[in-house]
């Protein structure tokens, strides 16, 4: 029997098993529910939402942690058969000499030797042909002076024990040019942001709260560039940016956001055609101008809106990687996201290094939304609310 017939096989009863196990969960709830006092019900099914609602948590929690995770190991670990997510192979700093006589500071893996009836620790600093590796002692987490001893590695055990690897950290950003890049992301995304919010505001405004001919069907031909893919005007975009040379600068990148974007107009004009026109109307009769209306009154009563679309075009603008990659040539004004690209061309080979870069890249973000999160969900639940 060939192999992709016993695969499809496999595949099959893997999904009846699965639909199997989900018609009997559905049972079994079924049958808790009717049996459940009334007054107890609402806390059931608060439950029950919470576990669904942690278990997708996890689903999209678990490539963070095994980022991070991966970025305290040694390279050892991580492409060991044996997967634990805690890092647990200890390391010890060592000066050796490379191949060309200089002198190199590297943290190397600590195992463990039987010899003469007792246990000794040493740290592994080459791996050998034929099974053998280039040992020295270690004591105190102090590695002896001797050029070391080559023994077999069957004879060496791991040394279990917790022992995370900050090292990469300050590894990984020493090694590439992290606060020049950290310093035009962040001008690309605060610029960015200024942009798309100004951007967004003053037409979402005209098309909520102005009445004009033609406001209906100019705002669908607004909305349906939406279904635009990128990927369509990426080529005559990059021409037209090309014949301004502009190409080689952040000008590509930061200019597009003043000119608007269908969703955060679509966003801002929903949030602005909740509030009550009376507002406005009143504010004409005093003597406001429109721009005064939407500054003054409207602006201030729409912060968790303006908030959102900030927040959204920060973050957009901190994870972009195609614009960067087109646009810019030139090492001292990459972006964080290019420069990672940068990382992973020049130590391939290191991937704790690389997880670390990238936890450093991400966290921001994180944090960010840790902070901000009220107000963006508040804009976002409010948001197309009568």
């Not at 060939?2 to 196990?21: D, E, H, M, N």
């Not at 942009?195 to 909305?223: C, D, H, N, Q």
Request: include cysteine.
């Amino acid at each position: 029997m060939s192999a992709r017939p016993l695969f499809t096989a496999q595949l099959y009863i893997t999904i009846l098993v699965f639909l199997l196990i989900i018609w009997v969960a559905a049972g079994i709830g079924r049958w808790i529910w009717i049996n459940t006092p009334v007054i107890w019900r609402k806390t059931l099914a608060a439950s029950a939402g919470y576990i669904i609602l942690s278990l997708f948590a996890i689903v999209f929690v678990g490539p963070f942690l095994w980022m991070l995770s991966t970025s305290l190991k040694v390279d050892t670990q991580i492409f060991s058969t044996d997967v634990k997510w805690m890092p647990t192979v200890p390391t010890v700093q060592i000066r050796e000499p490379d191949s060309n006589g200089i002198m190199k500071t590297s943290f190397v893996p600590i195992k463990e030797i039987k010899e003469r009836g007792r246990s000794q620790h040493v740290a592994v600093v080459e791996e050998l042909e034929e099974g053998k590796s280039r040992v020295r002692y270690v004591v105190d987490n102090i590695v002896g002076g001797s050029p070391g001893r080559v023994v077999e590695s069957a004879k060496l055990t791991p040394v279990n024990t917790l022992a995370p690897q900050w090292h990469n950290y300050p590894d990984a950003l020493n090694s590439f040019p992290f606060v020049t890049y950290t310093i035009n992301t962040l001008i690309l995304c605060v610029l960015t942001m200024i942009g798309t919010v100004m951007s967004a505001a003053l037409p979402a405004y005209g098309f909520s709260r102005i009445r004009w001919k033609w406001r209906e069907p100019m705002f669908f031909i607004l909305i349906a560039t939406i279904m635009l893919p990128p990927q369509v005007t990426m080529l005559p975009v990059f021409l037209i940016f090309r014949q301004l040379g502009w190409t080689g600068t952040m000008l590509p990148l930061i200019v597009p956001a003043f000119f608007g974007s269908a969703f955060y107009i679509f966003l801002l004009r929903q949030f602005f055609m909740t509030i009550p026109q009376e507002l406005s109307d009143a504010a004409r009769i005093d003597g406001c101008t429109e721009m005064g209306i939407l500054f003054k009154i409207l602006a201030p009563i729409s912060k968790p809106a303006l908030a959102t679309v900030a927040l959204l075009s920060f973050t957009a603008a901190w994870m972009d990687f195609t614009g960067p990659l087109i646009y810019l040539h030139d090492e001292n004004t990459y972006t964080l996201a290019v420069g990672l690209l940068a990382f992973l061309g020049r130590h391939g080979g290191e991937w704790s290094l690389l997880m670390a870069a990238a936890t450093v890249m991400t966290l921001p973000m994180l944090v960010l939304f840790f902070f901000a999160q009220k107000t963006y969900i508040q804009g976002i639940a409010l948001t197309g609310m009568k």
